[in-house]
């Protein structure tokens, strides 16, 4: 694997693999994710599901479902509070408490297909699942919206009766929750200087996440009104506020706990099983776990938005850009908020083109309310923009690296919605994969063929918060917010001890509860390594700063001179007789120096543009012409990372990434009946990547450091899924000469575009002779 | 002078203009200035008298974290943004 | 409440007698009546294989298997594969390689790497995809895994 640096390291421990801290408990089964605690008297809860896409609930009985031995509650939309419609600010999300809170039970009408509608709590899980069956709900079915295509049309079937949007007017009903649009330049001047101009339109499939952890909740309420809720969360400190939202609670009443996690890749930034599992609890005064199945979380939980795509590019024969449109429509699910406006400012970030125009809507159909999925809207877009590079530099003529290179944004290019890119590394990571072995290596063979393209994540920054404790035999805890997904407790414990001066394993890495540390925002956004490494960062300096303070006490001198480097304190040789002093012996002594020390920082970063990402990924494929199943023979991605704190688990993140890329560009997909009704709700048919479908997946770590972060750390986590699709659709058009436009690219749809191929292939040859 | 680039959204307030002047020394001047001249634009940008929740500004090129309090230049250029999360591992 | 039945059984080396249900699972028997939740579950259908055990030696998805039907056999459970405080090969190449992320699949890929180990322990990098098939990481690609098995198998053997 190989790593770029732009710098030599200076760092002692930043660079090095040290085993994570929390490996032991996770290979031995001790690890507590979300299923896996039991309280005394604790019940089950499950939940009852709506059978249609759309439809009215007349009414629901539960009476006989009451009466059944071993079930102690049942609770409906009713036991809920009508929560506000104004959206709110929650975390880093704006959301619509009322939206939110139908999303969790749902109040009046169903809008999807496993749209949760009553849950039971009961002694056990099957009495739970028995009585579920004996809830009798009157639905009056309506005709279901699946697509934005559908729901966009004049006279559609209205989802939501007061959604309304500015541009068709207060009295207009609707299915788009947003038009969002960027413009820059003189798009047909742009288009006219173009020596050659390519349109083309796209569909995506709605794709979930597949985690492998399905979500559970552990609800416990105390009689004084103050609860707590064990879970498996990407963000604590979210489910408190979205919680007590739709709950109507005050929010310090309720202590979130973060099970260790398995899996979120988005789809845990928001609740499901929390409300419901507080809400029986509280009916019952039992602890009650719900937990969900695997058919559950694909009907129900939030997967990525499908989207319909139109892009038109121009180019000059040198290889200049000259102007881009792209029109995007993103499938919301059944409430609005779908990754649109994410997707619509990153879908051609990664260049710098004079004339722009961007139209990205929000569109309400009836499937289950979307959720972040690794960079949020990116993926699908990216699909659209980065294909048509590839035609247009094979009709130019020009290399597909070099044409993105050519164009690409660098330090000082202004992104199409405002703001300046800093220092960034586009170019070299696309020129550190023209520069791979792979790139230059021959690829040969029938049915063959070799794609590349790019992508762009920009990274949140948020807010989070950490404490260092230094104890009295000079080991130290690091406490943050931040739920460790993917191995962040071993980045943590190495920042910390990066400044401290200690050992690696002298630093245990701690994740609180909500009741433990201050307010931390979601893992999620590639933000945890950066932003809550910052505060980890600065709660070490602040006990610098403080064992600075105690030396100079003892030594009778100032702060000022007393250096520390590498776990000891020294004073300045020119000011003062040199003493010198651990940061072990000196913690031996606080006791009589004042008492504990204790770091403690807290950031807040700011929105987009905390260290933009850039990938580029190169793809070899094999297509078999009688079946049209596509085997991905070798993959190579390199990536922009910043300075790479452990870099093992920045190579998992990028293979990670260019894993679910590869499924979503080949397999992945929802598919829906004629009613809405999802017919796939297994991973035997959900068909995610296998080790036996996938090679090696080879990485380039290219090391520009992040200049807004003390060590130069920039986000991971989430660009390697941005590129496979359109690498691997490239590819199969130098394999076969059928450019793809559709996901997924699976072996029915790629099996059809083959044949029609051929037979137009045919017919021009019965033409011409 | 500042300029203030008009969401898509907005442009019924401006009569479709993209991009229009507004005074201020700082994001809530303007904000005031814009509704002087815009009646109506300022209940999509505020929230009880904070900048939405769902809108992020740029100022310059940079992303504003200073909320309405943020400096404003005799030329500054400002964007309205939709603010973005994420989602990882 | 449906008759429970005594089942008697050998898990991780040490007899075991229990009560269960016979429409509960294997896998729920493992967790909610005796607390072992090494054993994860990640879809119930048998295509995940986070709930991978060894029965006689021979991996098994125990959300397919009734709990009843463990009666004679002998298990080998995640919470077995350390020996005592020492950890089996497989864990510290795991560790190691930083074969894991979120770590949820962990335990599966432990059980049925062991079974593969265990009848062909100088696997190729093919057997090796071949026989972790039927596991699902979501967060790795896997490429961390593999190499962690080949490596097991190139110190032991």
């Known amino acids: 694997m190989a790593v770029k640096k732009e710098a030599h390291h200076k760092y002692r421990v930043v660079g090095t693999r040290p085993i994570r801290p929390d490996g032991i408990e996770k290979v031995t089964g001790r690890a507590l994710y979300g299923a896996d605690y039991y309280f005394p008297g604790m019940l089950f809860g499950k939940i009852l599901r709506s059978p249609y896409a759309h439809a009215r609930i007349k009414s629901i009985k539960f009476d006989k479902a009451l009466k059944l031995p071993g079930v102690r509650a ?348 800093k220092r960034i590394g586009f170019i070299e990571t696309c020129e550190a994969l023209k520069a791979s072995e792979h790139y230059n290596s021959k690829l040969t063979g029938a049915n063959r063929g070799r794609g590349v393209a790019a992508g762009f994540w920009f990274n949140a920054g948020f ?202 560009a080949l397999n992945e997909e929802y598919v829906y009946d004629s009613k809405g009704v999802l017919r796939n709700t297994g991973l035997l048919d959900y068909r995610m990547p296998t080790c036996l479908d996938l090679p090696a997946i080879e990485t380039i770590l290219v090391e520009v450091p992040n200049p807004t972060h003390p060590l130069g750390v920039r986000g991971v986590g989430e660009v390697s899924i941005v590129p496979p699709p359109a690498a691997i659709a490239n590819a199969i058009y130098r394999a076969t000469g059928v450019r793809m436009r559709e996901l997924p690219m699976s072996p029915p749809r790629l099996m059809k575009a083959l044949q029609e191929h051929r037979n137009s292939r045919e017919g021009q040859a019965a033409a011409g002779r | 002078m500042a300029t203030v680039i008009i969401p898509a959204l907005l442009r019924q307030f401006t009569g479709g203009a993209e991009r229009v002047m507004a005074s201020g020394r700082n994001l809530r001047q303007v904000i005031e200035s814009l509704e002087r001249s815009f009646p109506g634009i300022s209940r999509h940008l505020l929230d009880d008298g904070e900048l939405k929740g769902s809108l992020v500004v740029s100022i310059d090129g940079e992303v504003e974290t200073a909320g309405i309090q943020a400096k404003v230049g005799e030329n500054s250029e400002i964007y309205f943004l939709p603010a973005i999360g994420g989602g990882v591992v | 409440m449906a008759k429970r039945t005594l089942v008697e059984t050998v898990i991780n080396n040490e007899p075991v007698e229990l009560l269960c249900e016979p429409r509960q699972s294997l896998l729920e028997v493992l967790r909610d009546e005796l607390h072992m939740t090494g054993t994860k579950e990640g879809c119930l259908t048998g295509d995940c294989g986070a709930c991978t055990i060894l029965v006689d030696g021979r991996p098994v998805c125990s959300c397919l298997m009734l709990g009843v039907e463990a009666q004679g056999h002998k298990l080998e459970t995640i919470e077995g594969l350390a020996t005592g405080a020492e950890l089996h090969p497989l864990q510290r190449k795991f560790l190691e390689h930083a074969s894991l992320q979120c770590g949820i699949c962990t335990p599966g890929f432990l ?47």
């Not at chain 1, 083309?200 to 707590?228: C, L, M």
């Not at chain 3, 093919?126 to 699902?136: K, S």
Request: glycine residues 10%; hydrophobic residues 40%; contains cysteine.
């Open chain 1, 74 to 421: 049942i609770v409906t939309a009713d036991d809920l509070p009508e929560a506000d419609r104004k959206p709110q600010q929650m975390g880093e999300q704006q959301v619509s408490p009322y939206y939110l809170s139908c999303n969790v039970l749902a109040r009046g009408k169903v809008l999807y297909d496993g749209h949760p509608v009553a849950a039971v709590a009961a002694t056990s899980p099957h009495i739970a699942e028995e009585a579920l069956r004996l809830i009798e709900v009157d639905y009056e079915p309506l005709e279901p919206v699946m697509t934005a295509d559908e729901a966009m049309k004049p006279g559609a079937p209205i989802l939501i009766d007061d959604l309304r949007n500015q541009e068709e007017g207060p009295d207009q009903p609707t299915n788009v929750a947003t038009h969002l649009q960027f413009k820059r330049g003189d798009l047909a001047a742009g288009f006219d200087a173009a020596d050659c101009v390519i349109e083309r339109e796209f569909r995506t499939a709605t794709v979930h996440q597949g985690y492998i952890e399905p979500h559970a909740s552990v609800g416990i309420w105390n009689p004084d009104g103050h609860a707590t809720v064990y879970t498996c969360t990407q963000g604590s400190f979210t489910v408190r506020t979205l919680a007590t939202k739709v709950l109507g609670m005050p929010e310090g009443n309720l202590k979130v706990v973060p099970s260790e996690i398995g899996g979120g890749f988005g789809g845990k930034t928001t609740i499901y099983c929390e409300p419901i599992a507080l809400l029986l609890a509280k009916k019952t005064g039992h602890p009650v776990k719900v937990t969900m199945s695997r058919s559950e979380v694909l009907r129900a939980t939030g997967p990525t938005s499908g989207i319909h795509e139109r892009v038109k590019i121009g180019v000059t024969k040198e290889g200049r850009i000259t102007a881009a449109q792209v029109w995007m429509a993103y499938e919301a699910g059944a409430f609005p908020g779908s990754p649109m406006a994410p997707g619509a400012m990153t879908v051609i970030t990664s260049y710098d083109i004079p004339n722009l125009l961007i139209d990205g809507y929000d569109v309400v159909v009836n499937r289950p309310k979307t959720c972040a999925y690794r960079a949020p809207g990116a993926t699908a877009a990216a699909f659209g923009v980065e294909t048509v590079l590839d035609e247009l530099a094979e009709q130019i003529g020009i290399d597909p690296l070099d044409l993105r290179i050519m164009n690409g944004a660098h330090e000082g290019t202004q992104q199409p919605f405002g703001p300046v890119f």
């Open chain 1, 463 to 664: 807010q989070s918060s950490a404490s260092v404790y230094v104890n009295q035999d000079g080991t130290a805890s690091v406490v943050t917010g931040s739920v460790d997904i993917g191995g962040s407790r071993a980045s943590m414990a190495m920042i910390a001890a990066e400044v401290l001066g200690l050992p690696i394993d002298e630093v245990r890495p701690v994740v609180a509860d909500t009741d433990s540390i201050g307010y931390t925002d979601v893992t999620a956004g590639s933000r945890v390594t950066f932003a809550t490494g910052m505060a980890v960062y600065n709660a070490a300096q602040d006990v610098v700063r403080q064992l600075k303070e105690r030396a100079a006490k003892m030594w009778e001198c100032t702060p000022d001179d007393v250096e520390f480097d590498n776990g000891v304190l020294r004073t300045r040789g020119d000011v003062l007789q040199p003493q010198q002093l651990t940061l072990k012996e000196l913690a031996a002594r606080f006791i009589r120096t004042g008492g504990p020390v204790v770091g403690r920082a807290s950031v807040s970063t700011g929105g987009a543009g905390a260290g933009p990402a850039f990938a580029a990924i190169c793809v070899d494929v094999e297509v078999d012409p009688d079946t049209g199943k596509v085997q991905i023979l070798r993959v190579t991605i390199a990536q922009d990372v910043g300075t790479a704190i452990h870099p093992s688990y920045v190579e998992g993140q990028l293979q990670g990434g260019t894993a679910q890329g590869i499924g979503w």
């Open chain 3, 111 to 157: 059980m049925s790497a062991k079974a593969l180990l265990d009848k062909i322990p100088r696997p190729t990098e093919a057997e090796v995809r071949y026989h972790l098939a039927g596991n699902l990481c979501r967060c790795t690609g896997y490429d961390k895994i593999v190499r962690a098995v080949l490596d097991a198998a190139r110190e032991s053997g």
